[in-house]
C-alpha cells in the first residue's frame, strides 16, 4: 500500500516556479555518495549525463538530478546547480576539485506560456538552493509548472497536469519514493482504467486518445504543440543498489509509466526515469526486485496525483 511518506533520510528537493511564463525547474539533491541509473524509452527525450549514470560508464555517483521545462534551453539549469553542488563541496573528486555529476532531462512547455520564458543556470541555482527535505510540493510547481497530458486534440482541449509525488515502505523496510512530471501525448490512466485526464470532447467529458487515433483520417497538425511530449520520473530508494541494480529498478519503474499513461512511449515522448539510491552496504540479489516492484506502484500514484490536484488554467 502506498502512502505520503516522506523521501528517504537525507534526499532534499526544491523547485524554482515562473508562475506567469508557465516553467519551473526542481532539483533532486540526495546524501552523498548516492548511486544512479536511468533508462530512456520516449523518442524524443532531452537529456543530459544520462550516459555517465549508464551501464557502461566506469562513475557510478549522481550528485544531484535536474528536472526542468524549458525544452532543451532548459538543460542549462544543471550547469547552476552544479555551481551550488560545487560551492557545498558535493561532487565527484577530482585533482582538480569536485566534479559534480548532474543528470537532467527537460520537457516542452514553451509552447503554453511565454516561449521566452526558460530555467537556466540562475533558476536551476536556486532550486537546488530550495531543496529541504520532507514531502515536496506537487501541482504546478517546478518542473511541472507548463506539464499538461492528453494533446492529440491539441492544448485546449489537453487537461493541464503537473509534478507529482508518491512514496511506500516495503517489507524490507525499504523507501521507495518517487517524483513525477505528467507532460504526456497520452492520457493519464485511473487504477480502473478511466481517463482521469485527457483530450476533452465537445460536452466537456474526457475521450480516450488511443480511440481519437484510432479513428482518425488523417495525421494531425504536427506544428502544433502536441508534437512534444515527455513524461519525467526520478525514484529514490535508501537501499543498498548498485549502478547496474539502480538502472535495473529505473527500468521497471518504467512499467509504472505504462499503468498511468497510455499510449506512452511514442515517438512524440521523451519519457525518461532516474533511479537513486542511498543505501550503504553490498547489494543482495532481490533487492532489485523488491525496489523495482514498489517504484512502478509509486510512479503509477505520483503520475494519477499529477491530474487530481486541479492547478489549472
Known sequence: MSSQAPPPAGFRIGHWTDAVG????????PPKDTRGGVDVRGGGPGTRETDAVGPYATTGQVTAVMLSGGSAYGLAAADGAMRWLEEHDRGYPTPGG?????????LFDIAIGDPRARPGP??????CDAAVGGVPQTGSVGAGTGASVGKILGHEKATRAGLGYAA???????TVAAIVVANALGDVIGADGAVIGGPRGEDGGFLRTTEVIATMEAAPDWNAPA???TTLVCVMTDAALDKLGCGRVARMASA???RAIDPVYSDLDGDTVFCLASGAGPMEPFTPIVVGTAAGTVVAEALRSTVQIETLR
Open 122 to 127: 540562475q533558476e536551476g541555482y536556486a532550486a
Open 227 to 229: 508534437d512534444h511530449n
Open 98 to 106: 569536485v566534479v559534480p555529476i548532474v543528470p537532467a532531462a527537460v
Open 22 to 29: 508557465l516553467t519551473g525547474c526542481t532539483a533532486i539533491v
Open 256 to 258: 509504472g509509466i505504462a
Open 168 to 174: 511506500i515502505v516495503t517489507g524490507t523496510g525499504h
